[in-house]
């Protein structure tokens, strides 16, 4: 005869095989065991559970797909960090070595002729660096030249030598004038030689190629955007096109960075250059900047 019920002694069972009951406890669950073939099989389930180890999960690729997220968030992290880095650096040296153009003094440039014809330009230790050009004079008096120089803050900071004279016909040609330009809109003034435009003078202006550049670029952007719309339910082409978009975007902000609103220049190698680095740098930012936007739009 059972003494008490089963949903008692199922109670006591976990208690009794870790040996947690009392002496009476124990008797009275072991004489309900000698009676009743439901609680030994539940007793016996219990033991096998205790005895057989838990089952392992064999299956790591979410481990590894986990893994390789975190692998790949670290290396775009280090890799965005290394090209703010490189931005930041261009950056400074490009605006440590932005030309400062200088008024035009006799300290600061002066051109002398030598005995035997030679023409020279001499600097003094304000001028940083220069640029010359020249073509033939329409009179046939001889070769033209403009001429400029200018300053920079890292040439300030660190007392740079001065620039060696340079010989501007060093072939021994006629040297017909010498123009030099402040690069500020002004009239090119004479130092040396005849005056080759006596009804008028002559300016030197900037060149107009970063305009042109940025106008370029402008269109293909607008061009892009009007793809994007136009593919936007295709995921493959509309990522494709994205990727090329945003050259012309970079191209645009760097531009703005390194010239700001004004589209002309009268060192447009030195920008141009600096414009396109910058461009490179912002580009590889925004590609990874909508990997991980896209990433983040998905979850």
């Given at each position: ?9 199922q ?17 009275l ?30 299956d790591?690729?979410?481990l ?17 960090s ?12 490009f ?27 001499a ?5 940083a ?15 033209i ?17 001065e620039i060696?004279?340079i ?6 040609e ?17 130092i ?19 305009a ?81 936007l ?6």
């Amino acid at each position: 005869m059972k003494i008490v019920s089963c949903y008692v002694i199922q109670d006591f069972i976990p208690l009794y095989l870790e040996d947690m009951l009392s002496e009476d406890s124990k008797i009275l669950v072991e004489t309900h065991l000698d009676e009743c073939e439901e609680c030994r099989k539940y007793l016996n389930e219990l033991q096998i559970a205790e005895t057989s180890p838990f089952p392992v999960e064999t299956d790591i690729h979410p481990l590894r797909k986990i893994q390789t997220t975190l692998r790949k968030k670290k290396w775009q992290t280090i890799v965005c960090s290394v090209l703010i880095t490189l931005l930041i650096g261009i950056l400074t040296i490009f605006f440590m070595t932005a030309p400062e153009y200088l008024p035009y003094s006799e300290k600061t440039v002066s051109v002398s002729e030598t005995t035997n014809g030679l023409v020279l330009s001499a600097f003094n230790d304000e001028v940083a660096g220069y640029d010359i050009e020249s073509y033939p004079s329409e009179n046939g008096s001889g070769s033209i030249y403009h001429i400029t120089v200018w300053g920079t803050s890292w040439h300030d900071l660190t007392n740079t030598k001065e620039i060696d004279p340079i010989v501007l016909n060093p072939s021994g040609e006629k040297v017909g004038a010498v123009y030099y330009y402040q690069a500020d809109g002004t009239q090119d003034l004479l130092i040396y030689g005849e005056e080759q435009h006596p009804n008028g003078g002559v300016v030197t202006l900037p060149r107009l190629s970063l305009a042109y550049l940025s106008g370029l670029a402008m269109i293909t952007f607008l061009i892009c955007i009007g793809i994007m719309f136009a593919v936007r339910s295709n995921k493959k082409h509309l990522k494709r096109v994205i990727a090329i978009t945003l050259f012309p975007l970079s191209y645009l902000l760097a531009q703005l960075i390194v010239t700001g609103w004004n589209t002309t220049t009268y060192s447009a190698t030195r920008d141009f250059a600096a414009i396109l680095l910058v461009t490179v740098l912002l580009y590889s930012l925004l590609w990874i900047g909508s990997k991980r936007l896209k990433r983040h739009s998905i979850r």
